[in-house]
């Protein structure tokens, strides 16, 4: 961190907890990941968030505002974190949120069943004197586990609000906003170490002269555990001062050098198990729900690899492919569209705007409403909203984090781990989106390679449905250009494992409960994520229309044509195939669209279709994708994939054409 005054301390610790001269008061929502933070943030704020990189960092922090009772409340959802002092580069930001926005409340949300892992945490934000109110969530899977809980008790021992919850249904809630809107301290801790460790502890609080947000006992347990953020404000805020207390701090961790990491765990372990005898009672033998069950299935790859091709089976081809490339798009495009709106809109434009230059960028072969208003709405926006439907109905059930664990031995052979399984998957929706996601990946050498793997092998929701609905009238077609994705994914990973340097890191994730979707909580997720796809692409489709229509008139357009002519040739394509390619370095969805008008002039056979989609699918990011990894990998690395990728998708259709041709199959 570049400004480490963030732990200065302004008066009291109470103090630190109250809002700013200006603004709505501030509730931070931490906890680790996966216990239902995001959903207990989408209760309190809905739809209208936002969510933007924290500053100086590539870690993404949504926002958004509740009024409760009248008054108004700004929720932010922190990164996953398991302790405060940081490991990662998310603990870190969620860390510093704490510090530099002084929250009025800390909501940490942990699971109902994993109290004694996820209390530790607990323990520290109230050592450090934070204003804590604990969310044991995730309460109704317990009580079907057979697990009891004691939630005045945990209070009683604890010293701080606690509030059982289910946010999913939104059990808790309401009682959750009555504790955002009440008076929040931080509360002393009504627990203790050793004696020899709180002995340590104090000899390094007597040596702090200077005043910090954190109490002192929490500086002295992170200067023990050697934090180097933390010894660096202490420098600061102490001075003169500061030979002292490094004094101590040597002293004791010397003295402490073999066993202190182990003891200060195994404490603080004690004391949990301390606070939930009596308050946690368990099941002599254990109830395993239908939900349990499903989920071991989901995870074991004799019966987890048959249920993934039943979900890609009636969630892609069914429900994206067949119902939102084939009858939603027949009816927007084909209907709407080609039936009633082009025609008014042609007949109207050429009534009321007199020159032809003028009519041409607006509903000529080019225009901005009958082609690029066309694509978006008749053609992208169907698929799109099927997939990002498909896609939430999966991450609020609690796939998602199963599918990482089914796939992460064969992702460890690519120098990923399963916890790209979330990006990949994401990919399918939008591509540009999902390089962003990458930055959540654990280390640089797992983002540039899946990074290259987005741009190269894996189609977004439009490019992929509208292909699908094409291929889908020859089988063998569709069955070529699936085999050869998923080879070339596969070579290329491999490929990269062994180029790209650095080593695979260990994988671990936490597992929430397998259970139904929500309805609300999956229409809300679908909504933001199509409104924040539909603002990207509309102004895109229209900047590519008008560069079009440039083209057009300038007659450049024809010449790129015409030059790219024998590359299509090459590929055994007829030169109007150059349009797709044209179109698909705007956006991969707008290549796809441009592929389907080809497809319905019948311009294409089935071979032709085939090599057709295969090179497109793989062809040079869009403009979008582009300039998000450019600004998250940087010019020389975004240009290598640049090149590297349209090299190997035109080398790719090349060899396919050849052994097409070969073998007669198609």
């Known amino acids: 961190m570049e400004?480490?005054?963030?732990?200065?301390?302004?008066?009291?610790?109470?103090?630190?907890?109250?809002?700013?001269?200006s603004g709505a008061k501030k509730v931070a929502l931490v906890g680790n990941p996966n216990v239902g933070k995001s959903v207990l943030f989408n209760a309190l704020t809905g739809a209208y968030v936002t969510v933007s990189n924290y500053p100086g960092t590539s870690v993404e922090v949504s926002r958004g505002s509740t009024a409760i009772n009248g008054e108004e409340f700004e929720i932010i959802d922190t990164p996953g974190m398991y302790s405060i002092l940081p490991i990662t580069e998310e603990e870190r930001v969620a860390r510093e949120i704490l510090l530099t926005e002084r929250?009025?409340?800390?909501?940490?949300?942990?699971?109902?069943?994993?109290?004694?892992?996820?209390?530790?945490?607990?323990?520290?934000?109230?050592?450090?004197?934070?204003?804590?109110?604990?969310?044991?969530?995730?309460?109704d899977e317990a009580a079907r586990m057979g697990l009891e809980i004691d939630i005045p008790l945990l209070s009683k021992r604890l010293g701080i609000p606690v509030i059982g919850a289910a946010t999913a249904k939104k059990i808790g809630v309401p009682e959750i906003r009555a504790a955002i809107a009440g008076s929040s301290s931080g509360a002393v801790p009504p627990f203790t170490y050793s004696r020899l460790m709180e002995g340590d502890i104090a000899e390094i609080c007597q040596s702090l002269r200077g005043e910090y947000i954190l109490s002192k006992k929490a500086i002295a347990l992170l200067l023990l555990q050697d934090d180097a953020e933390v010894a660096n404000l202490v420098r600061e805020t102490e001075g003169v001062w500061f030979p002292g207390v490094q004094t101590v701090v040597r002293e004791k961790r010397f003295e402490r050098r073999e066993s202190f990491h182990l003891d200060l765990s195994m404490e603080r372990k004690?004391?949990?198990?301390?606070?939930?005898?009596?308050a946690f009672k368990a099941p002599e033998k254990r109830v395993v729900t239908l939900a349990e069950r499903f989920s071991r299935w989901t995870v074991r790859p004799a019966t987890g690899i048959p249920l993934l091709l039943i979900v890609l089976y009636f969630g892609l081809y069914q429900f994206v492919g067949v119902f939102g490339a084939g009858t939603l798009v027949d009816f927007l495009e084909g209907k709407v569209f080609?039936?009633?709106?082009?025609?008014?809109?042609?007949?109207?434009?050429?009534?009321?705007?007199?020159?032809?230059?003028?009519?041409?960028?607006?509903?000529?072969?080019?225009?901005?409403?009958?082609?690029?208003?066309?694509y978006a709405v008749g053609i992208i926006l169907p698929i799109v909203a099927t997939f990002f439907l498909f896609f939430s109905v999966l991450e609020d059930s609690g796939y998602f984090p199963r599918l990482a664990l089914l796939v992460d031995r064969v992702f460890k052979t690519m120098?990923?781990?399963?916890?790209?399984?979330?990006?990949?998957?994401?990919?399918?929706?939008?591509?540009?989106?999902a390089t962003m996601v990458t930055r959540t990946l654990e280390t640089v050498r797992e983002r540039v390679i899946a990074t290259v793997l987005l741009a190269l092998a894996i189609p977004c929701s439009a490019q992929l449905g509208v292909i699908m609905s094409l291929l889908s009238q020859t089988p063998g077609a569709l069955l070529t250009w699936g085999v050869c994705l998923l080879l070339i994914f596969l070579l290329v990973g491999l490929l990269a494992a062994k180029v790209v340097p650095g080593e695979t890191p260990m994988f671990y994730m936490e597992i929430p409960p397998m259970r139904l979707p929500q309805f609300g909580n999956v229409l809300t997720k679908t909504y933001t994520r199509m409104q924040w796809y539909f603002m990207e692409i509309l102004p895109l489709f229209i900047l590519a229309s008008v560069l079009l229509w440039l083209g057009k008139i300038t007659h450049f357009f024809e010449k790129m044509i015409e030059a790219m002519t024998p590359v299509m040739a090459s590929l055994g394509l007829p030169k109007?195939?150059?349009?797709?390619?044209?179109?698909?370095?705007?956006?991969?969805?707008?290549g796809a669209a441009g592929l389907y008008d080809l497809q319905t002039k019948g311009l294409l056979n089935a071979r032709q279709l085939t090599v057709a989609a295969v090179t497109l699918t793989l062809f040079?990011?869009?403009?979008?994708?582009?300039?998000?990894m450019k600004k998250e990998r940087g010019w020389k690395v975004a240009i290598a994939i640049g090149l590297f990728?349209?090299?190997?998708?035109?080398?790719s259709g090349w060899l396919l054409n050849r052994l097409l041709l070969a073998t007669q199959l198609l």
Not at 105 to 112: E, K, N, R, S, Y
Not at 620 to 628: E, G, S, T, Y
Request: net charge negative.
């Open 3 to 21: 400004n480490m005054s963030f732990f200065k301390k302004k008066g009291s610790c109470h103090e630190a907890a109250t809002v700013a001269a």
């Open 103 to 139: 929250p009025h409340l800390v909501l940490h949300v942990l699971d109902a069943r994993n109290l004694e892992r996820m209390l530790p945490m607990t323990l520290q934000l109230i050592e450090a004197e934070l204003p804590v109110v604990l969310v044991v969530n995730i309460m």
């Open 270 to 278: 004690a004391i949990v198990k301390g606070i939930l005898d009596g």
């Open 338 to 374: 080609e039936g009633y709106f082009n025609p008014w809109v042609i007949e109207l434009v050429k009534l009321y705007v007199p020159w032809g230059m003028l009519q041409e960028l607006l509903v000529g072969e080019y225009g901005i409403i009958t082609l690029g208003f066309r």
């Open 415 to 433: 120098g990923l781990t399963g916890r790209a399984v979330i990006p990949m998957v994401l990919g399918f929706g939008c591509d540009t989106m």
């Open 576 to 590: 109007e195939s150059a349009v797709a390619f044209i179109f698909g370095f705007f956006r991969r969805d707008y």
């Open 620 to 628: 040079i990011p869009c403009v979008a994708q582009f300039l998000i």
């Open 645 to 651: 990728v349209s090299g190997f998708a035109f080398g």
